[in-house]
Structures are given as structure tokens and as C-alpha cells.
């Protein structure tokens, strides 16, 4: 019973991994865009395990490539042996991230990943000076969490690095958000001239930023912002490494990777999610003189291993062939457009926001910008009660995430919406 499994949980996991809902629910089967729960309850998944699940469930091309794979005996071998699979994707992810002479780097989890880019950018550099950017969240490792721009999700003080912040996008509040969008860009930039000027050395080993903002709510800059910031970083030899975790794979519907909504290209790039629709699979790619920064032998024990990259492969493939990149930019439009007609002139909703499949709900006390976290998770609750599963998150945990798989349908949108809908004007009070 559910119940039990609760009671276990709690027995034996640390209370610091929080579990969604006041009633946790077990989700025990899957299939498209569905999941079913052990009390025989189906949802529509709008968040695919925090945007992991990027095809959906129960896919058959994924299915069929990990059978395969696994049919061979090799579940692993090491990265000391070649791995076909291995070696085939990464020329496909090489080809498709847009850096010239690419290399890549495979590893279990985006904050890996950005362990990785952040190697090889200090090492390339020779300086552990990092620039990063408010409201972000780069991973739970020293490193990573040291980049992270949010106290929520930063663990510990303890740094290996030395860390300047630079103001994120934010258009609800802060310094930035009463500026015109040009305006944003321009004061973004001096504040990057400032920063360098006032709190670094002057050797700046790189940036790291999100093109879209995960854990921080969906919050992104204007288009442009990084071009901006990239030609004052290459007046000083100052890396760009794009944190695509969230954002890669066509997910935002109008490009395939966040960062060419600024019309600039990275040293280096890092990938997880939805590359292994729920397999163990992420890295990083780069510029072979960046990523060959590494002065000592270096590997991922189960990076890149035969099994996930057979479901890399396959899931690469999939969004490719059906092109779901235009479809997030079709679909995705239908529950921003839906949502800013149906609930965006309420007085607790500050702002519908994202790109394609990435969309955030923004909940404020009314005639203020002021968060209520509390109406976020009434809406959150009333949403899983209509059958629907979303995300939350946000600085002030008062924003409602929404990452559905790529594969969602129209149909399943306008259905999506409508509960949702029904979830925020019930939970606001609003007469329906």
C-alpha cells in the first residue's frame, strides 16, 4: 500500500529528498503522455520526472534499442574498451550542438556534466574564477553548487571556486525587471563590465549560465542577452558554457538548443534529461582545444555506458525523425496562448512565461509582486486532483512548472489546460 511504502520511504531516505503532495503517490505504469498510479489513478504527465521523460513512456524505438543492446550480454564494459553506441552518438550529439570541432564527454547527471565543463574551462584558463548568474541551479556537487545562485538549493557555503553573480532575467522583480527588454540587455552588459572591473582578478576562467532557467521557475533574459555578454567575455578570453540540461533537444520549440535565441555559440555545452528519456545519460560537449584541458587521465565509470547510449541514440533519433522540435513550438503554444487568455489577468498571477514546452505560471498576492507560495501549492494539489501532474519551483517556490514530453498532442494540451485552468481559478477563488 501506499501508505507503507510512505512509512518505509521515511524510514530509510533522508528527509532533505522531498517527496510532491500531501498524499505521495507511487507511480507504478506508463504509456505516452500517461502514467498510472498504485491506487489505479491515471495522470496526465506534464513534467516528465522534471523533464526527463522527453518522449513519454513506453516507447517502443527506445524499448527495441535497450532489448537489443541488452541481448548482446554487455550491460557495461568501460570506457577502456570502444562502445559502438558510445562513439555513434556522440558524433551525432557532436554534429548537432553546433561547435566546431566538437568533442564530448559523457557522464550520469547534468551535475556531472557541469563538474565537467567546469574542469576543463579552470584548467583552459587557469584561474578557478567563475562568473554565474542569480537564480540558477547548476547541480548538488561543490562545484556545481558553488555556481548555483539560489539558497534553496545550495547545501553548503563551502566553494572550490571563486564565484561573481551576475543578474538574471527576471521580469516580476529585482533591479532589471522594471527596464524595457533592450533597455534589460543593455544594463546586463554594463553590469557584466562592472563585475569583472570591481570583483574579479581580471582572469576569468568562464560563464556558466542557463538559456532558461530550471529550478529558478523558467525565468530567461530577453533574446540577445548573451550575444551581449559573449562579446565583452571575448574581449577577455572568458569562456561561455551553456547549461542545456533543460533546455536542449528542441524543447524550447523555436531552436534546438536555448542558447541560439542569442545568436552565439559556446565553448562548451552541457546535456542530460531528456537525452535518455529516463536512462542514465548526460555530458558535455565543446571546442577539442577546451575539452582537451584535462592534464591527467580521466573517465566516467558508467558514462556513456552501451545501455544508456543505446536509449541516446534512439531517443536522438526519435525527436530528429518526427521533429518534435516543431511540435513543442505547435503544441507549446497552445497552453501559453491558453493560459495568458484564461488566467493571465488575474490579479495573483504575475506572468506566463517559458518558450515551447517550457512553461512557468508565476502566482502573487493580489495588486503585488509580492510571492505566495501557499496559492502556488493549492494549485499544484487542485491540478493533481483534476489529473494532472505538474512541477514547482521558483525562487520563492511560487511558480508552477510545466515540461511535458515532446511527443504531447494538441489534443492532450487543450486537455492538459482546461484542468488547469479549472486548478488555478478554484484555487484563487475565481468564480468559474
Known sequence: MTDDLLARHRAVLPSWMPLYYAEP????????????????????????????????????????AVERQLATGIVHTSTLYLIRQQVELAEKIAHHSGIPDARVFFTNSGTEANEAALLVATNHRRSHQILAVRNSYHGRSYAAMGVTGNRNWSASGLNPLQVAWLHSGDRVRGLLARLSEDEQVDAAVEDLREVLATQTAGDVAALIAEPIQGVGGFVHPPDGLFAGWKKVLDEHGILFIADEVQTGWGRTGEHFWGYQAHGVTPDLLTFAKGIGNGFVLAGVVGRAEVLESVPAISF???????????????????????????????????????????VGGLDCVA??????????????????????????????????????????????????????????????????????????????????
Do not use: C, W
Not at 507504478?28 to 518522449?55: H, K, P
Open 351 to 432: 506572468e506566463v512565461r517559458g518558450k515551447g514546452l517550457m512553461l512557468g505560471v508565476e502566482f502573487v498576492r493580489p495588486g503585488s509582486s509580492e510571492p505566495d507560495p501557499g496559492l502556488t501549492n493549492r494549485v499544484f494539489e487542485a491540478a493533481r486532483e483534476g489529473g494532472l501532474l505538474t512541477g514547482k519551483g521558483g525562487l520563492h517556490g511560487n511558480v508552477l512548472r510545466m515540461g511535458p514530453p515532446l511527443t504531447l498532442t494538441e489534443e492532450e494540451a487543450r486537455e492538459g489546460l482546461a484542468i488547469l485552468v479549472d486548478a488555478i481559478r478554484s484555487a484563487a477563488g475565481v468564480a468559474a
Open 25 to 64: 503517490i507511487e507511480l507504478v505504469s506508463g504509456s505516452g503522455r500517461r502514467v498510472t498510479d498504485a491506487q489505479g489513478r491515471s495522470y496526465l504527465d506534464f513534467f516528465g520526472g522534471v523533464l526527463t521523460n522527453m518522449i513519454g513512456y513506453d516507447i517502443p524505438e527506445i524499448r527495441e
Open 300 to 342: 566516467s565509470t558508467f558514462g556513456g555506458n552501451p545501455i544508456s547510449t543505446a536509449a541516446g541514440n534512439a531517443v536522438l533519433d526519435y525527436v530528429l525523425e518526427h521533429d518534435l522540435q516543431a511540435n513543442a513550438a505547435r503544441v507549446g503554444a497552445i497552453l501559453a496562448d491558453g493560459l495568458r487568455s484564461a
